[in-house]
């Protein structure tokens, strides 16, 4: 669940900000296109030769090269990491055992963390880090929802994680970002979009128009800042392919949404793109 997000100069705009005497931030515009692929054929780099503003792939994985080659195309990179839990097999945190809640339903390699914990926001401040020396122009912080977590057959996230924690700790996230430059996308966690729209630059969601959410993601909008999101199908015919088009295609103009219909692996396997909104 670890991606870096691409955007491109070209078809993607977006202004330069400053905030209280930080870097200047480039930021994507509500009409940027995108691209997500997480996982790559064996250890293959992601595929880049889809014309649109936005790529979103994984920040540790991905190699110099591909970051270096987008930016000399003229595109803007933003970098997507896990802000929200410990992953097995990644060397980048060194997480305790009192840091570590329960594991997340459906990813029994990854569990949540403690946002209050000194020393997890001591390894998400090394990610951010990572960021900018990677030259990523932004970041999304994912796994920021476990206050809403029933995992694990029905128990909590394991550690007591309230509202109150995750707005307290996606704020100073918001901060630190800017602080160095960086812009940043609040991923998934609905309930406080209203709240964080102001503070965040763009959002990412999954599946909003399935479950009936994309509502929620307005303050996004409204403020003329895009909501990427990705409905997960998988058909087995291209006239299945085509009327899913459609009609996810139709409820993503009407919200304004820049919906990608996706494989759930997101191998770059299947991609249906939906305009951008006007």
């Given amino acids: 669940m670890i991606a870096l997000l691409v955007l491109a100069a070209v ?3 977006g202004g330069d900000e400053r905030s209280n005497g930080a870097p200047e931030r480039r930021t994507p515009a509500a009409d940027a296109t995108w691209q997500w692929q997480l996982s790559t054929p064996d250890g293959d780099p992601p595929n880049i030769g889809y014309d649109v503003g936005v790529y979103d792939l994984d920040l540790v994985e991905t190699p110099q090269a591909t970051i270096d080659a987008l930016h000399d195309d003229g595109r803007r990179v933003i970098c997507y990491f ?3 839990s410990s992953e097995v097999g990644r060397d980048d945190g060194n997480f305790t055992d009192a840091d570590q809640g329960n594991v997340l339903d459906g990813w029994p390699d990854e569990r949540w963390v403690d946002l209050a914990s000194a020393n997890v926001r001591s390894i998400m401040s090394d990610r951010l880090d990572l960021a900018v020396n990677k030259g990523c122009d932004g970041v999304e912080p994912d796994n920021t929802d476990g206050y809403r977590s029933t995992d694990g057959g029905g128990s909590s996230n394991g550690l007591g994680l309230t509202e109150a924690d995750t707005r307290s700790y996606l704020r100073w996230l918001g ?3 800017h602080r160095r430059g960086l812009a940043i996308g609040l991923k998934n966690t609905l309930g406080l979009a209203d ?11 999954e599946q909003c128009h399935r479950y009936g959410e994309c509502a929620e993601l307005a303050p996004f909008l409204e403020r003329g800042k895009p909501v990427f999101n990705a409905e997960y199908v998988d058909p087995d015919t291209a006239a299945e392919a085509e009327r899913q088009r459609k009609a996810t295609c139709a409820e993503a103009m009407a919200a304004g949404t820049t919906t990608l219909i996706l494989p759930l692996d997101l191998d770059d ?3 249906n793109a939906c305009p951008a909104p006007k």
Avoid: K, Q
């Fill in 11 to 13: 078809g993607c705009g």
């Fill in 82 to 84: 896990s802000a929200g």
């Fill in 195 to 205: 709240d964080l729209a102001g503070e965040f630059d763009f959002a990412v969601n």
């Fill in 269 to 271: 396997s299947y991609r």
């Fill in 175 to 177: 901060e630190e970002a």
